[in-house]
């Protein structure tokens, strides 16, 4: 693949080039974040996380807000109903929303924001709709404690 460079832009190099000013060897992906986001000049984070995990998203927004502005909006938001979102009689409760989520942060200007625990297609959508780039932290692992490389540990 010779002509690899065509399938970047300057900002897509640029991006890439940060990353690795930012790698912490012996730190947590958590304190790579950080200093990525430092080093980008990043001021505005967003956070969208999983409704099962609010507290582990209060925690993480409370460690980044030391340092930046963080918008945090749980996979719930706008309180739509399963059978209005999936357009199913028999679907109960309260669907989740990730196309939502992305428009709430990017109405509030995110400039990188953070996938925490989002289910299988619902991180999908929000990655899609998301004005800003996306890095996940945590995905939906129920079998794993999400933790999805422990099924390569059996």
Same mark, same amino acid.
């Given at each position: ?7 970047? /832009?300057?900002?897509d190099? !640029?991006k ?5 000013? @930012? &790698? *912490?060897?012996?730190?947590?992906? =958590?304190?790579?974040l950080?200093?990525?986001?430092q080093?980008?000049?990043i001021?505005r984070?967003?956070?969208? /996380?999983?409704?099962?995990? !609010?507290?582990?998203?209060?925690k993480?927004? @409370? &460690? *980044?807000?030391?340092?930046?502005? =963080?918008?945090?909006?749980d996979c719930?938001?706008?309180?739509v109903?399963?059978s209005d ?6 679907a109960r ?6 196309a939502?989520? @992305? ?13 925490f ?5 619902h ?5 899609q ?7 996940t ?8 404690k ?6 390569f540990e059996k």
């Amino acid at each position: 693949m010779e002509d690899f460079k065509k399938l970047y /832009n300057e900002a897509d190099i !640029q991006k890439m080039r940060v990353a690795e000013q @930012a &790698r *912490l060897m012996g730190k947590s992906r =958590v304190e790579e974040l950080i200093s990525y986001a430092q080093k980008a000049g990043i001021k505005r984070i967003g956070i969208a /996380n999983c409704f099962s995990l !609010q507290k582990d998203s209060d925690k993480l927004k @409370a &460690r *980044l807000a030391e340092q930046f502005e =963080v918008f945090t909006v749980d996979c719930k938001v706008g309180r739509v109903s399963s059978s209005d979102m999936l357009g199913v009689d028999d679907a109960r409760g309260i669907s989740c929303n990730p196309a939502a989520q @992305a428009a709430y942060l990017a109405e509030n200007n995110t400039e990188l924001n953070i996938s925490f625990g989002l289910c299988m297609g619902h991180d999908i959508v929000f990655n899609q709709k998301s004005v800003a780039p996306v890095t996940t932290l945590i995905v939906k692992d129920r079998e794993h404690k999400h933790n999805p490389y422990k099924e390569f540990e059996k």
